[in-house]
Structures are given as structure tokens and as C-alpha cells.
């Protein structure tokens, strides 16, 4: 069992390149007049745009970094209840978000006693007294007391929540459980297989294998059997999601293990292979369960996205690990460190600006000149989220 310990600067530096991509993605739909490769293809559309990349790319990572974040338990001495507890309370904590977030879609604000942009906000500071990289000054009494703030005003905006459309008024109900819950499932399901492995190299591919299987096979028809249980009991995407961070893990305990021996140029090469025969076999089964489609999570969607993450990643090792670059994406470190604090602060800021009735000029939300702000808006929240973790105040799950 190795213990997995080194921090890799290309994992720090690939999960801020698509954090920025992230947030720059998510703001695209502020514009008008700009490409239709960057964006989200349709549900039923056979292709995929430069945004069907983003999501998966940062399950990779988070599948990369599994390895070194339960090795660092490892090496300290950590019991495996307590690695497990760890697991499942992160777990819990991003499909709480998502659980909340994906509501948010189905807001009612003309049922509900608060505007909608002050239920986002109050919602968002909630997730930070709850969930704040308290500094070690901070006294247990002190953290506590502002953890239950944080806590019942969560509890207030559920039970004032109000949503449904057309008249009809539902209450808070598990839906897709958003992005965050979404990574939440795959996480909870990859970190069990690696814990429970070792990071035995054939279990941790049995497991991609398994997950990759049975997203071809639900896909394909194969599993209709399964169909009654399906509403109660299932994998989450199908088995795709976590098919995509196992992915990850794999290349990590590929990666350790040949960076340890010193042996750049195989890991290069086997990486390059790898990455290429998932995008050819992408390709190749293209026909089998309705062609590229990120909304339908198809086989071929995985493997290509799969293919893209690992070459992308490969080109990092060279870049910033072994000729150590990473002072050129500087700029964007805060994404790699405090990446969940830069994936809400949009959630403060849009209602923000909602409510103060502010808006851009057309010319500024169009075409390439609206790419650009995209961009800007993408790099701001970045250095704010830089300048929020000077100050402690930054999320850790």
C-alpha cells in the first residue's frame, strides 16, 4: 500500500484551469451572440460544446485527488472508521448544497414570504457559518455557536421555502440533487472503493470497469429487469459520474507509482495511450445508447470527456510538474485551493445585482466583447476568492 502522500501541483493548477472554465461557462448564458461550440448542446442533440466538458473534467479531478487526501489520512495514522467518517461527512455536506441548489431552480417567489435573490444570499452565508475552514484561534465554544447560526438559518429557509410553477406550490423534494450533490454521490462511491481497496490497482479497475459497464448496459436497454427498483435504489448517472472519477483515481495510483521510480517518460507515453484509446473508443460507440449527450450521460460521452481529461492532464505533469510552471496560472492558485468558495460566490453575486437593479450595456453582452467579460467576471471572482482566504474565510468540507 503506498501511502500517497506528495502534493501534485498539477492537480492544484488543473483544478483552477476548470474552475475558471467552470464559472466562465456558467456565465455564458448572461450573453448573446457567441459560438455555439462553447455552450451546452441540446438533450437530444448528438454532440457536445466545450461546456459538456467542464463538469466531467472536474469529476476527474476529483478522483485524482482522492488518492493523496486519504493518503495523507493514511500516513498520519487515521483508523479506517475514522477515514470513513471523513467520507461521509463530506459526503453529506455537498448533497446538502445540491440538495438546496437544485430547489433553488424551482423557486416560487410570488408563494414565498422572501424574494428569491434573498433567500439565494441567505442561503449561500449559511453554507459558509456552517461550513467554514474555522482558523485554529477560534475557540470550539465560538465555532459551535456560529456553526448553529449558520444551522438554524439553514432550517428557516427550508421550512419558509416555497416552489412549483403554474399555480401549484410544492415544498423542498430530492430532484437531480444539482452539481454539488451530483459530485457528492461520485465522490462518496469512488472514496469507498479506494478505501476499502487499498488502492489495490486491479480493485480500483474492477470499479472503473463495473461503473463503465453498467452505464453501457442501462444505456443499451440491458437493464430493464431493474426497472422497479430503479426509482428507490440506483447508481447515480447511471453509473457514468462515478465511472468518470474512478477514472481519476486510476491515473493517480498510476501516476504515484510511476513517479516514484523516476519514470516520467512511461507514465508520459502510457498516458497518451490511454487517453487516446478513450477518445477512439468514444468514438467507436458513438451508436451504442444515443450517441455524445452530457444531459442523457451516454458510454460514449464518458470516454471521450474521459480521454480529454487524461491528455489535458498529461500536458500539465509535463508543464508544471516537471518543468514547474505553475507560477504562470499564479493568477488563478485561489480556484485550486479554495474551490468551493469560488463555486458559490456568483450564488452571492448575481441575486446581488439582481436586487440593486444594475445591468451592462448591450455591446458588453454580446459576441466576442461579452466573451471577454465573461472571462473578467470568471478572473474576479478568482481574486476574490483569493483575497476571502487571506482573510480565513473559506470553505473546507
Same mark, same amino acid.
Given at each position: 500500500?503506498?501511502?500517497f502522500t506528495?502534493r501534485?501541483?498539477?492537480?492544484?493548477?488543473?483544478?483552477?484551469?476548470?474552475?475558471?472554465?467552470?464559472?466562465?461557462?456558467?456565465?455564458?448564458?448572461?450573453?448573446?451572440?457567441?459560438?455555439q461550440?462553447?455552450?451546452?448542446?441540446?438533450?437530444n442533440?448528438?454532440?457536445?460544446?466545450?461546456?459538456?466538458t467542464?463538469?466531467?473534467?472536474?469529476?476527474?479531478?476529483?478522483?485524482?485527488?482522492?488518492?493523496?487526501?486519504?493518503?495523507?489520512?493514511?500516513?498520519?495514522?487515521?483508523s479506517?472508521?475514522?477515514?470513513?467518517g471523513h467520507i461521509?461527512?463530506?459526503?453529506?455536506?455537498?448533497l446538502?448544497?445540491?440538495?438546496?441548489?437544485?430547489?433553488?431552480?424551482?423557486?416560487?417567489?410570488?408563494?414565498?414570504?422572501?424574494?428569491?435573490?434573498?433567500?439565494?444570499?441567505?442561503?449561500?452565508i449559511?453554507?459558509f457559518?456552517?461550513?467554514l475552514d474555522?482558523?485554529?484561534?477560534f475557540?470550539?465554544?465560538?465555532?459551535?455557536?456560529?456553526?448553529?447560526?449558520?444551522?438554524?438559518?439553514?432550517?428557516?429557509?427550508?421550512?419558509v421555502?416555497?416552489?412549483?410553477?403554474?399555480?401549484?406550490?410544492?415544498?423542498?423534494?430530492?430532484q437531480?440533487?444539482?452539481?454539488?450533490?451530483?459530485?457528492?454521490?461520485?465522490?462518496l462511491l469512488s472514496?469507498?472503493v479506494?478505501?476499502?481497496?487499498?488502492?489495490?490497482?486491479?480493485?480500483?479497475?474492477?470499479?472503473?470497469l463495473?461503473f463503465?459497464?453498467?452505464?453501457i448496459?442501462?444505456k443499451?436497454?440491458w437493464?430493464?429487469v431493474?426497472?422497479p427498483?430503479?426509482?428507490?435504489i440506483?447508481?447515480?448517472?447511471?453509473?457514468?459520474?462515478?465511472? +468518470? %472519477?474512478? *477514472?481519476?483515481? =486510476? $491515473?493517480?495510483? @498510476?501516476?504515484?507509482? /510511476?513517479?516514484?521510480?523516476?519514470?516520467?517518460?512511461?507514465?508520459?507515453?502510457?498516458?497518451?495511450?490511454l487517453g487516446?484509446?478513450?477518445?477512439?473508443?468514444g468514438?467507436a460507440i458513438?451508436?451504442?445508447?444515443?450517441?455524445?449527450s452530457?444531459i442523457?450521460?451516454?458510454?460514449?460521452?464518458?470516454?471521450?470527456?474521459?480521454?480529454?481529461?487524461?491528455?489535458?492532464?498529461?500536458g500539465?505533469?509535463?508543464?508544471?510538474?516537471?518543468?514547474?510552471?505553475?507560477?504562470?496560472?499564479?493568477i488563478?492558485?485561489?480556484?485550486?485551493?479554495?474551490?468551493?468558495?469560488?463555486y458559490?460566490?456568483?450564488?452571492?453575486?448575481?441575486?446581488l445585482?439582481q436586487?440593486?437593479?444594475?445591468?451592462?450595456?448591450?455591446?458588453? +453582452? %454580446?459576441? *466576442?466583447?461579452? =466573451? $471577454?467579460?465573461? @472571462?473578467?467576471?470568471a /478572473?474576479?471572482?478568482?481574486?476574490?476568492?483569493g483575497?476571502?482566504?487571506?482573510?480565513?474565510?473559506r470553505?473546507?468540507?
Amino acid at each position: 500500500m503506498r501511502p500517497f502522500t506528495q502534493r501534485l501541483a498539477s492537480i492544484d493548477v488543473f483544478r483552477a484551469l476548470t474552475m475558471l472554465l467552470m464559472i466562465f461557462v456558467n456565465d455564458l448564458g448572461t450573453l448573446k451572440g457567441i459560438p455555439q461550440w462553447l455552450e451546452h448542446t441540446q438533450a437530444n442533440e448528438d454532440g457536445m460544446g466545450l461546456a459538456d466538458t467542464v463538469f466531467p473534467a472536474f469529476l476527474f479531478i476529483v478522483g485524482l485527488s482522492i488518492p493523496f487526501a486519504i493518503g495523507n489520512r493514511w500516513a498520519k495514522g487515521a483508523s479506517q472508521s475514522n477515514i470513513l467518517g471523513h467520507i461521509l461527512i463530506r459526503s453529506f455536506a455537498l448533497l446538502v448544497m445540491g440538495f438546496f441548489h437544485v430547489n433553488l431552480e424551482n423557486y416560487n417567489h410570488e408563494a414565498a414570504i422572501l424574494p428569491r435573490t434573498v433567500w439565494e444570499i441567505l442561503l449561500t452565508i449559511s453554507f459558509f457559518f456552517i461550513w467554514l475552514d474555522y482558523p485554529s484561534t477560534f475557540s470550539e465554544r465560538k465555532k459551535i455557536i456560529l456553526q448553529g447560526v449558520g444551522t438554524a438559518l439553514l432550517v428557516f429557509l427550508a421550512a419558509v421555502y416555497k416552489g412549483g410553477k403554474d399555480g401549484q406550490t410544492v415544498w423542498l423534494h430530492p430532484q437531480w440533487w444539482g452539481i454539488l450533490g451530483l459530485i457528492g454521490w461520485s465522490y462518496l462511491l469512488s472514496a469507498l472503493v479506494f478505501q476499502f481497496s487499498k488502492g489495490r490497482l486491479s480493485i480500483l479497475t474492477g470499479g472503473f470497469l463495473f461503473f463503465t459497464l453498467f452505464n453501457i448496459a442501462t444505456k443499451a436497454g440491458w437493464l430493464h429487469v431493474l426497472d422497479p427498483i430503479k426509482h428507490y435504489i440506483w447508481i447515480v448517472g447511471d453509473g457514468s459520474l462515478p465511472a +468518470l %472519477t474512478m *477514472a481519476g483515481i =486510476l $491515473i493517480a495510483v @498510476l501516476y504515484s507509482s /510511476l513517479v516514484e521510480k523516476g519514470q516520467y517518460n512511461k507514465c508520459y507515453w502510457l498516458f497518451l495511450l490511454l487517453g487516446g484509446l478513450m477518445l477512439a473508443g468514444g468514438f467507436a460507440i458513438r451508436p451504442l445508447g444515443g450517441g455524445i449527450s452530457k444531459i442523457h450521460a451516454t458510454p460514449s460521452w464518458i470516454a471521450i470527456c474521459t480521454g480529454i481529461s487524461i491528455l489535458f492532464f498529461t500536458g500539465l505533469i509535463w508543464l508544471v510538474d516537471r518543468k514547474k510552471k505553475q507560477q504562470w496560472f499564479e493568477i488563478i492558485k485561489p480556484a485550486g485551493t479554495s474551490t468551493l468558495t469560488a463555486y458559490l460566490l456568483p450564488y452571492i453575486f448575481y441575486p446581488l445585482v439582481q436586487i440593486a437593479g444594475l445591468s451592462l450595456p448591450a455591446f458588453l +453582452l %454580446t459576441g *466576442a466583447v461579452g =466573451l $471577454i467579460k465573461s @472571462l473578467v467576471f470568471a /478572473l474576479l471572482i478568482i481574486l476574490l476568492t483569493g483575497l476571502l482566504s487571506k482573510w480565513r474565510i473559506r470553505l473546507k468540507i
